[in-house]
């Protein structure tokens, strides 16, 4: 396969990529400050801060008592300012008698008297009208699906993330220069020329010669954009790919290169049939989640910083606890995280987000880059502007095309 053939590659994938990355790039810079934006769109619930706040299992058991027939399966521990409510969420199984569908509930609480502040249903798929309250909703489905119903636009997207992926390569591969041996060939044997190092003749792809023609400046905003960024562009497209086509391509692949674990507790087998209520407390399952990450804590050398949740999958009848704690990239994230049954308490795996796999590092460090949880405000800055570069390589690449093609056609009409 010569030069010539990934050039067609490159053409080709980018046409089929240029749309789909054109709204990735524009939406994704918006959704770098997705939750400033939210905020100010919609602020938060606020409550009085008076007495002392009831303790989280104490505020589940408050939610699940003012919404009877749902089932809270996931406490999350406060981390937020002493003015912000609680928010839980639960879920309302579907009704066999009438036919009503699973539901999606979320509780908002003062978290010093437990009384409800607010009740939502959340509707997932509920995007039009766009308003204030839904716009960060849109912009997000927008991102990953073009905000199509069902799986159409995640496949369509997911399809372009595996191109652009592999076309990171083909198009780093098309900026390295001639060979010498095609130099002669093309150009005759030029002493000049073959004297310069490879890195020397590489340079100018690199840099926008400004002052050129409209053509050749947007071709060097194409290539030289594209190498100035190319492992970022690398990171959002492999990302992009475990977001849209996760099972079938990313955890496959990230499993046989990097022997990549499944996130916990997902492999573990079924229940014959769903335990919806465990058979011990929820407050017997925290003490024990807290008993046992002391100890994982205290074996592997783990600081623990503070808690973030507790989570009970009624189809494997297991809890998972997990903490923040110096293995996390982020003091956001909840990585470190242990899973024990349900019934016995017994412990049945750990989970670390770094240092515990090569796969498992990797695969929370691309994903805290590609949603802007590291680093702070100076990476957020640098992530909306990777959208924008992101929407010019599209626009380039297109430009480049048809205007290419142009020539073609008007050459093919000069032969005729």
């Known amino acids: 396969m010569n030069r010539h053939f990934w050039v067609l590659v490159h053409r080709y994938a980018g046409l089929y990529m240029a749309f789909f990355l054109l709204v990735a790039g524009l939406t994704g810079s918006i959704m770098a400050f997705e939750i400033q934006i939210q905020d100010w769109l919609n602020p938060p619930v606020k409550a009085i801060p008076k007495g002392i706040r009831l303790d989280e299992l104490t505020l589940r058991d408050r939610a699940q008592a003012l919404a009877p027939k749902g089932l809270v ?27 009503k569908p699973e539901e999606l509930l979320e509780l908002t609480l003062n978290p010093y008297t437990g009384k409800e502040i ?41 399809v372009a993330a595996l191109l652009w992926t592999l076309d990171c390569f083909v198009g780093v591969y098309l900026t390295f220069p001639l060979s010498k041996r ?66 079938q391509v990313y955890m496959p692949v990230m499993k046989t290169v990097f022997n990549m674990p499944d996130a916990p507790y997902t492999d573990l087998p079924a229940l014959p049939t769903p335990q919806p209520e465990p058979a011990m407390s929820w407050r017997q399952a925290h003490n024990t989640g807290k008993r046992l990450m002391a100890e994982q804590a205290n074996t592997h050398g783990i600081k623990v910083k503070n808690e973030m949740l507790l989570q009970y999958a009624p189809e494997k009848g297991v809890f998972m606890y997990a903490v923040n704690s110096d293995l996390d990239i ?41 949603t802007a949880l590291v680093w702070g405000l100076p990476f957020k800055i640098f992530l909306c502007l990777m959208g924008l570069v992101i929407a010019m390589l599209s626009i380039t690449g297109v430009y480049i095309w048809l205007r290419k093609h142009r020539a073609v056609r008007l050459k093919r009409k000069v032969l005729a």
């Open 73 to 99: 399966n996931r406490v999350e521990f406060f981390g937020g300012k002493p003015d912000d409510a609680y928010k839980i969420s639960m879920v309302i199984p579907p009704d066999t008698a009438t036919g």
């Open 118 to 158: 607010a009740r939502e249903k959340v509707v997932l798929e509920d995007l039009w009208p766009i308003t204030r309250k839904n716009f960060i909703f849109f912009i997000v489905a927008l991102h990953y699906r073009l905000a199509l119903p069902g799986s159409i636009g995640v496949w369509l997207f997911g």
């Open 182 to 247: 095609r130099l002669d060939y093309d150009y005759g044997a030029q002493p000049t020329i073959q004297r310069k190092s490879w890195w020397s003749r590489w340079k100018p792809s690199w840099q926008v010669k400004w002052r050129a023609s409209v053509f050749r400046v947007n071709f060097d905003l194409h290539r030289a954009g594209g190498l100035w960024v190319w492992l970022m562009l690398l990171v959002l497209a492999w990302s992009s790919v475990g977001f849209n086509l996760g099972e």
């Open 330 to 370: 982020t003091d956001a994230g909840g990585g470190t995280a242990l899973t024990f049954d349900g019934k016995t308490g017994k412990f049945l795996a750990l989970s670390l987000p770094t240092g515990q796999n090569a796969g498992t590092t990797l695969h929370n460090w691309i994903f805290a880059l590609h």
